[in-house]
């Protein structure tokens, strides 16, 4: 158990179209987030990775506050632990809260998911977000240098995700996460054109490293390329926590999976761990190491790509409607979940 995800608070001061977040107003009070890491600190491993979430984790960004001494008390082990980079669309950031965060030594990484109206077309409380976070990130590059940009594509943006990833990099920016949304239905001409901006980003993103330039990073091709070169075949295990990494609301409630709190009530409970007062049923799980969709969802095997193992709930359930999509769309999922997977084997193998 070397990962752990906590959801801070569940409401947003935006309302993005494609979010899979159910909002609402509930908010984790530091007792409980305190008795959560003390847990997890607890567990077995030598190193112990948080992520915080939200809703807008910076609206709780005054939970935090001390944090960096709160676990080198509990830590008597000498464990490692590591707050990774926390997701935020950037709106909130001012001078003080920055000064805290970097106090407690925690990272930002910022949602940007292009120029101007792309970034504010799925966002429904726009609100000139795009300049206000443009701004923010000159006011983070001051004390951190440049950081990482969450770009998500929206089935709609498919074509042409390789001229924003593009337009990103001429901004400046060396570490970008591409993160298709998989909760909305995309149609087969969607998914090609989001696999055929794929193998343009693949293209100059290996003449990047020919050409030296180890400090751009693309995610994730950057961990997909690895993966090809050490000769695995898709898994699409390797990018989901379930079954390893406990995930926390902020009500305290425990689940096996980053996002199935957000779909149907027979989910949740299929899902749910146990609760932080009461106890966490750690072997329950483990159980789902061995999970398969096809036991809640009819899946047709033989469209999906070579080497699914068809583990992900997120790639089958419509965030919109709760409800699980067709064999075609789930196939189709699959695809994009694969595609820079896919992409990378086949360059490399062109290039070998």
Request: some cysteine; overall charge positive.
């Amino acid at each position: 158990m070397e990962s752990m995800t906590v959801y801070l608070n569940l409401k947003c001061n935006i309302d993005c179209e494609y979010c899979f977040v159910k909002k609402n107003n509930s908010f984790m009070d530091r007792p409980r987030l305190e008795k959560i890491l003390r847990w997890f600190i607890g567990q077995d491993g030598p190193e112990k990775r948080v992520n915080f979430l939200g809703g807008e984790p910076l609206l709780s960004a005054g939970l935090l506050a001390g944090l960096k001494d709160f676990l080198r008390g509990i830590n008597t082990a000498g464990k490692k632990i590591v707050i990774k980079d926390i997701p935020t669309n950037g709106i909130l950031l001012d001078e003080a809260m920055l000064a805290g965060l970097n106090k407690e030594g925690i990272k930002l990484v910022f949602s940007l998911d292009g120029d101007q109206f792309e970034h504010n077309r799925f966002r429904i409380n726009k609100r000139a977000t795009f300049d206000r976070i443009l701004g923010n990130i000159e006011l983070y590059k001051k004390h951190n240098g440049m950081p990482g940009i969450k770009c998500t594509v929206h089935p709609e943006m498919a074509e042409g995700l390789d001229k924003r990833v593009a337009g990103l990099l001429n901004k400046g920016f060396r570490s970008i996460h591409i993160l298709p949304v998989l909760g909305l239905p995309w149609s087969r001409e969607q998914a090609r054109s989001y696999r055929e901006s794929i193998d343009r980003i693949t293209r100059f993103y290996l003449n990047f490293l020919k050409a030296g330039s180890h400090n751009i990073q693309i995610h994730p091709l950057k961990k997909d390329m690895d993966r090809v070169l050490n000769g695995e075949v898709f898994d699409n295990r390797a990018g989901c926590g379930l079954g390893s990494e406990p995930v926390f609301m902020p009500d305290g409630k425990a689940y096996a999976c980053t996002a199935v709190m957000h779909y149907t009530p027979e989910l949740m409970e299929k899902f749910r761990i146990g609760h932080i007062d009461t106890g966490v049923d750690v072997r329950k799980m483990g159980s789902f190491l061995n999970y398969k969709v096809c036991q809640d969802v009819r899946t047709d095997c033989t469209r999906t790509v070579p080497g699914a193992c068809c583990r992900k709930i997120c790639l089958c359930v419509n965030t919109r409607t709760g409800e699980f999509f067709s064999p075609e769309n789930i196939a189709t999922m699959f695809e994009i979940d694969a595609a820079t997977f896919l992409s990378l084997n086949e360059a490399l193998a062109w290039n070998r």
